[in-house]
Nanobody
């Protein structure tokens, strides 16, 4: 079973950038589809971006053109590069690893976009 740990959150001004990282361990990372989700205060968790084991990506409409998901299988790590951040991007960001019935979540990392 894979385990994932997020890092890289913090406070950033509107228009700024952050890069989140998700380190995986415990299984063969390259076979998992990976994703980033977020949950803002008072709202449900929502999809941000996903990347398959083959490298195909998918994005929520709200982040298209601003966020980029990527993976480095040699480092067992998936990244989320976030540019042109907006206050509405403020949320706890969660990493997810999925393969068939196997589904692992991290504890989340807080991103706050505020001046």
């Amino acid at each position: 079973q894979v385990q994932v740990v997020e890092s890289g959150g913090g406070l950033v001004q509107p228009g700024g950038s952050l890069r989140l990282s998700c380190a995986a361990s415990g299984s063969i990372f390259s076979i998992y589809a990976m994703g980033w989700y977020r949950q803002a205060p008072g709202k449900q968790r929502e999809l941000v971006a996903t990347i398959t084991s083959g490298g195909s990506t998918n994005y929520a409409d709200s982040v298209k053109g601003r966020f980029t998901i990527s993976r480095d299988n040699a480092k067992n790590t998936v990244y989320l590069q976030m540019n042109s951040l907006k206050p509405e991007d403020t949320a706890v960001y969660y990493c997810n690893a999925r393969r068939g019935p196997l589904d692992a979540w991290g504890q989340g990392t807080l991103v706050t976009v505020s001046s």
